[in-house]
């Protein structure tokens, strides 16, 4: 029989959910992490949605393949045959994309011509639904696909994407005060904070809901154990200082994975890049690596063979709604974040999400604040990444040698950043670094 290739992803969910320890309900990735290769230590080669996307589906950088912004705002993949889909599409793969995947702007039809068919999660009667009941829409459409597709020979990709739980976040009532999911630890425990928690954890338990349709799926059509299933996020959730922040709140991931050919569960707390997910579905599937991709295969990790496959994996942010030039080194001890000169040095407020934890932030002042150009983080020590080390002579040697990592991937990699700014793409927006919104 084919190996089909199943891929579910959510906006914004970091780890902040929990199989990862936190106080936020969804048991069907929880079952789904028991079940599975279940990745501790995994991260996103971009916290902003865009650059994320496109890195995992073609193993290069965002600055490499074209993708260094929104999608939306007007920027694009220079070669959308790169794109996973595009490369199964060349192995007779049908591809089935369910929901909104955010690397092509969809008026163009630079992704949506990549499939056979996409689903989306919209009634035929246009009435008004909810992100939570369009996420439903589509995880229902994309369990039909499994169950018509489970037992025909053409091997099949399907691609399943939740809005959920990217702002804006459903309206939620508090049933008590006592009890319920506490902020994120870098955020002040206030009301506008809970208030703010709480509907992210609704939100997040939608989502769960629509993985949970999808996973029974396939383990109703025992493609839970012939399939190449990955499940992931593209970055932190759409808190202030996680989503479009270089440190491990921005960048760490929910990663769980099922291969054929293992059958009881893994745990890996092995340093590993969303990179690696195309170059191990390669493996797989017995396809000879491309040359281009970054990342490498995680077969050996999963299969015991290494416990280690990276000394360092790197990050990077060009543009979100703002411009906000920078880029990460993070080894399993440290990590190493520079900014790149702009005429600002104060929080890029239309790059943090609105909502009533940044109203919170507003109100004591961050507008004033100063930004860092330089941070050295001694993870071991300082997990939270709050103590800026770039200063400490103790950890000289250590500065010296990210540095040097640094600027040699950005040199290895054709980073355009070493030539100065980076211009916009024709026909593509920026918002001002000292506005408020996007």
């Not at 059958?263 to 890996?268: G, T």
Request: include cysteine.
């Amino acid at each position: 029989m084919s190996t089909p290739v199943i891929y579910i992803n959510c906006h914004d969910a970091g780890r902040l959910i929990q199989p990862y320890g936190h106080p936020v309900s969804t048991p069907n990735l929880q079952r789904f992490a028991e079940e599975s290769v279940f990745f501790r230590n995994a991260h996103s080669v971009a916290p902003t949605c865009s650059p994320s996307r496109a890195a995992l589906a073609t193993g290069g950088y965002p600055h490499q393949v074209g993708m260094l912004g929104l999608a939306h705002r007007g920027f694009a993949l220079n070669n959308y045959s790169e794109h996973l889909a595009g490369r199964l599409a060349g192995q007779g793969y049908y591809r089935v994309l369910c929901g909104y995947e955010h690397v092509g702007a969809m008026e163009r039809n630079d992704v949506e011509k990549l499939y056979n068919v996409h689903l989306k999660g919209e009634p035929e009667d246009s009435r008004p639904l909810s992100y939570g009941d369009k996420d439903r829409m589509v995880a229902t459409k994309a369990a039909r696909v499994i169950e018509e597709r489970a037992d025909l020979e053409r091997p099949f990709y399907l691609e399943c994407a939740f809005f959920y739980p990217h702002r804006p976040f459903p309206n939620v009532e508090p049933d008590s005060m006592v009890g319920e999911p506490p902020p994120p630890f870098y955020l002040p425990d206030t009301e506008r904070t809970r208030e703010d928690m709480r509907a992210y954890a609704e939100a997040m338990r939608q989502s769960d809901e629509c993985f949970g349709i999808v996973l029974d799926a396939l383990r109703k059509t025992g493609l839970d154990r012939r399939a190449i299933i990955i499940v992931t996020t593209d970055h932190g959730p759409a808190f202030p200082w996680a989503k479009c922040n270089l440190n491990d709140q921005g960048t760490g991931v929910m990663l769980m994975m099922r291969l054929p050919e293992v059958a009881d569960p893994v745990q890996v707390d092995a340093l590993v890049s969303q990179l690696d997910i195309l170059p191990t579905i390669y493996d797989v599937l017995g396809l000879p690596q491309d040359e281009r991709f970054e990342g490498v295969s995680l077969r050996p990790l999963i299969n015991g063979e290494t416990d280690k496959l990276h000394d360092e994996v790197f990050s990077e942010v060009t543009y979100h709604a703002a411009y906000e030039p920078m880029r990460s080194v993070r080894t399993n001890r440290y990590r190493y974040v520079k900014r790149f000169a702009t005429d600002w040095d104060h929080p890029v407020m239309p790059n943090i999400d609105e909502g009533p934890s940044r109203e919170e932030l507003l109100s004591a002042g961050i507008r004033d604040m100063r930004v860092e150009m330089e941070a050295l983080y001694d993870l071991d020590f300082d997990p939270g990444e709050r103590r800026n080390l770039i200063d400490d002579t103790l950890y000289e040697p250590v500065a010296v040698d990210l540095k040097l990592r640094l600027r040699q991937w950005m040199e290895r990699t054709d980073d355009p950043l070493l030539l100065g700014d980076v211009a916009l793409p024709e026909g593509a927006i920026t918002s001002p670094h000292d506005g408020l919104h996007i």
